[in-house]
């Protein structure tokens, strides 16, 4: 619901924190700790919010579906913190089936919000090349000192939060925000599942930090075990406040402040667990409600399911304005065959057309050293549901029987057991 000008998000003073002292998202802290110590960088993300909200959203000439291309950082103290790749691979899928209505749960929207859902036409990938142009997994791999990392710490304290985006301190440094989403997996303290920097912050810190627990579909995360934190958080990265405004601490009830958008109702403050629909509040007491299943609300995993038009468009809006250059990123494109000898003698390159698909995708397989290459096909869920073996050097073409798979998006894992590539293909029905 839009009401003021100045996001509501940035007017926060503390995160919230459910009974069982779970903080579904802790950005609006994180903003305040901004506020507090860093007093320059809070001033020129709220300036950005307040200048996003003021201009008219005008698409690229290009329009269609935009594309953004992702590197995880795994900051891992112990081998339960450095989670196995399937649980990146199964949060890619997550944020590609939520940010383009793809998923399962879509038809759990009710009939009186259906028509606000929106199809945002976001996708994400995993980096197919570093910043270097050398071929990348787009995940990283960083062990620690640091037993685990807290926003409530001392920012001059080793385990301050901010320091897993450093490499000096323990962390692992963000590769260039122009060209890639950097997000952080560790281990948060203090019950945070994840947070966020909103448009205008600085490059360094630019980015999301995710909960180990709480990343990937099927995570050890309780209620929270969907890959929906990050589905949150990537909308905050991408200028998108809480549904309510962050107006709920100052005496009850708050229907004053704002999300910045018009087509979410009135809500008077943050929603947990898995509500029934309707359901009223004091800002909105007649059905149909709260729009409390909106992703940027903080009900259980399972019961969030859509983001709004008009989120969509402020989403989009950032992607073409402040966050531009991203859309120019060459990180979804693999690097170049001529990157060098030493790597070139484990090299392999995997292209896929058409893409997306109906009925057959071809893998082209380039393997220059002969070795036996594993092509495996997982589901959005982490599935495995398909497996050829290469042995042969030079090309190899080989058909992807997808007819009778559902739509949505699969990826390809091909190994020579040196070097690992992926490659995201939609099925469309």
């Known amino acids: 619901?839009?009401?003021?000008?100045?996001?509501?998000?940035?007017?926060?003073?503390?995160?919230?924190?459910?009974?069982?002292?779970?903080?579904?998202?802790?950005?609006?802290?994180?903003?305040?700790?901004?506020?507090?110590?860093?007093?320059?960088?809070?001033?020129?993300?709220?300036?950005?919010?307040?200048?996003?909200?003021?201009?008219?959203?005008?698409?690229?000439?290009?329009?269609?579906?935009?594309?953004?291309?992702?590197?995880?950082?795994?900051?891992?103290?112990?081998?339960?913190?450095?989670?196995?790749?399937?649980?990146?691979?199964?949060?890619?899928?997550?944020?590609?089936?939520?940010?383009?209505?793809?998923?399962?749960?879509?038809?759990?929207?009710?009939?009186?919000?259906?028509?606000?859902?929106?199809?945002?036409?976001?996708?994400?990938c995993l980096a197919q090349q570093d910043p270097d142009g050398v071929l990348s997994t787009g995940i990283t791999r960083t062990e620690t000192d640091i037993a685990s990392w807290s926003l409530f710490a001392s920012p001059t304290a080793d385990n301050y939060s901010d320091n897993v985006k450093d490499t000096e301190k323990g962390g692992e440094d963000a590769w260039p925000r122009t060209d890639y989403l950097n997000i952080w997996v560790c281990n948060i303290t203090g019950g945070i599942l994840g947070y966020a920097t909103p448009p205008g912050g600085p490059s360094a810190k630019d980015g999301v930090v995710i909960g180990y627990k709480y990343f990937g579909d099927g995570s050890p995360g309780g209620v929270y075990n969907k890959g929906r934190t990050a589905t949150h958080e990537v909308g905050h990265w991408l200028g998108l406040n809480h549904t309510w405004g962050d107006d709920d601490f100052a005496g009850e009830p708050q229907c004053g402040g704002s999300d910045g958008v018009d087509d979410t109702p009135n809500q008077e403050d943050a929603t947990y667990g898995a509500p029934s629909f309707p359901k009223l509040d004091d800002c909105s007491p007649v059905a149909p409600g709260i729009m409390f299943m909106n992703y940027m609300d903080y009900v259980d995993d399972g019961a969030m399911n859509m983001f709004t038009n008009d989120q969509a468009d402020e989403m989009r809006a950032v992607l073409e304005g402040s966050r531009a250059s991203i859309l120019e990123s060459v990180g979804c494109v693999q690097g170049g065959d001529d990157i060098s000898g030493i790597l070139k003698a484990q090299l392999i390159s995997l292209t896929t057309y058409p893409n997306p698909?109906?009925?057959?995708?071809?893998?082209?397989?380039?393997?220059?050293?002969?070795?036996?290459?594993?092509?495996?096909?997982?589901?959005?869920?982490?599935?495995?549901?398909?497996?050829?073996?290469?042995?042969?050097?030079?090309?190899e073409k080989m058909e992807l029987q997808v007819a009778d798979l559902p739509g949505g998006t699969y990826l390809i894992k091909a190994t020579d057991g040196q070097f690992t590539l992926t490659q995201q293909i939609t099925v469309v029905k």
């Open 357 to 395: 698909g109906v009925d057959v995708i071809v893998c082209e397989l380039k393997n220059f050293e002969g070795n036996t290459v594993t092509v495996d096909v997982y589901d959005f869920t982490g599935n495995l549901i398909d497996r050829m073996m290469v042995a042969n050097s030079g090309d």
């Open 1 to 124: 619901m839009r009401k003021t000008v100045l996001a509501g998000m940035l007017i926060a003073i503390a995160g919230m924190v459910n009974a069982q002292t779970v903080t579904r998202c802790a950005t609006p802290t994180y903003l305040k700790n901004l506020e507090v110590y860093f007093p320059e960088e809070y001033a020129a993300i709220k300036a950005a919010a307040e200048q996003q909200q003021a201009v008219t959203t005008t698409y690229r000439t290009n329009g269609g579906v935009y594309t953004i291309p992702v590197v995880v950082h795994i900051v891992y103290n112990n081998a339960a913190q450095n989670i196995d790749d399937e649980f990146v691979f199964s949060q890619i899928d997550v944020l590609n089936a939520d940010y383009r209505r793809l998923n399962d749960d879509a038809d759990e929207t009710p009939a009186a919000f259906e028509g606000l859902a929106a199809d945002v036409q976001i996708e994400f």
